[in-house]
């Protein structure tokens, strides 16, 4: 199988011990030099770049194939870049990371209002924590 730029693939065969710690790490194809030891350059969410062999990549499906309805929905691996929507939300506390989910995914699981009434429920809980500290 060959990749192509901006495809989303994940590191599922590291061949060196360095990659390793790369194993299952999910990245975007950014660059393809055919002749290259390693042809495939793939940016992870950190914004890192490696390179690495066809052999040491898969293919993630894109939004709506995705095989696995409970680590990698649809609706929260839509973003272009290889990111899901968990990538961005663990950097805040449960409250704005809740908020940013429901707006994340607003219009892509079920109806665009109640997301967006989830999440503002969410940002009224955590405007109620900062208040009361």
Known sequence: MTFEVGQIVT??????????QFQDARAVVTNVAAMEAFPYEVTFSNGQTLGFAEEELSPVPTEGTTSDPVNSPAHYTWLPNGLEVIDVTQHFNFNL?????????????????????????????????????
Not at 104 to 114: F, H, I, N, V
């Open 11 to 20: 590191v599922s065969n590291p061949a060196t011990l360095y990659t390793q």
């Open 97 to 133: 990371g809740n908020a940013l989910k429901y707006i994340m995914r607003a219009g892509r699981k079920g109806d665009t209002a109640e997301d967006l009434r989830k999440a503002a429920r969410y940002l009224e809980f955590e405007l109620t924590r900062l208040e009361s500290n």
